[in-house]
Nanobody, 123 residues
Framework: QVQLVESGGGLVQAGDSLRLSCAAS????????MGWFRQAPGKERDFVAV????????YYADSVKGRFTISRDNAKNTVYLQMNSLRPDDTAVYYC????????????????WGRGTQVTVSS
């Protein structure tokens, strides 16, 4: 069992930056790939970024590539999402999730989910 708690969301203006954090507790955090997803009102939950268990490999959705950076600190059981050049269409609830094994991009591949943190970007 892995428990995940996101933090760092808020209301910002277009062009600003935010850093989200996801603190994990429970078993074997370092053995999971960690991902970030987001869900806007009335829309499906979409993949944003993922980092491998070691931190050596990352993968991003095209919509955030070059603006967002995912990283992890296994000593602190924490994964981060640095979001730069935020746009109004980045507004969503952001969720972190844990997937066993390698890089994963689909919702169904993730076993554990946090409750989410709201990010609102005003124009």
């Amino acid at each position: 069992q892995v428990q995940l708690v996101e933090s760092g969301g808020g209301l910002v203006q277009a062009g600003d930056s935010l850093r989200l954090s996801c603190a994990a507790s429970g078993r074997s955090f370092s053995s999971y790939a960690m991902g970030w997803f987001r869900q806007a009102p009335g829309k499906e939950r979409d993949f944003v970024a993922v980092v491998s268990w070691s931190g050596d490999s990352t993968y991003y959705a095209d919509s955030v590539k070059g603006r967002f950076t995912i990283s992890r600190d296994n000593a602190k059981n924490t994964v981060y999402l640095q979001m730069n050049s935020l746009r109004p269409d980045d507004t969503a609830v952001y969720y972190c999730a844990a997937a066993p094994g390698a890089i994963a991009v689909a919702v169904y591949e993730y076993d554990y989910w946090g409750r989410g943190t709201q990010v609102t970007v005003s124009s």
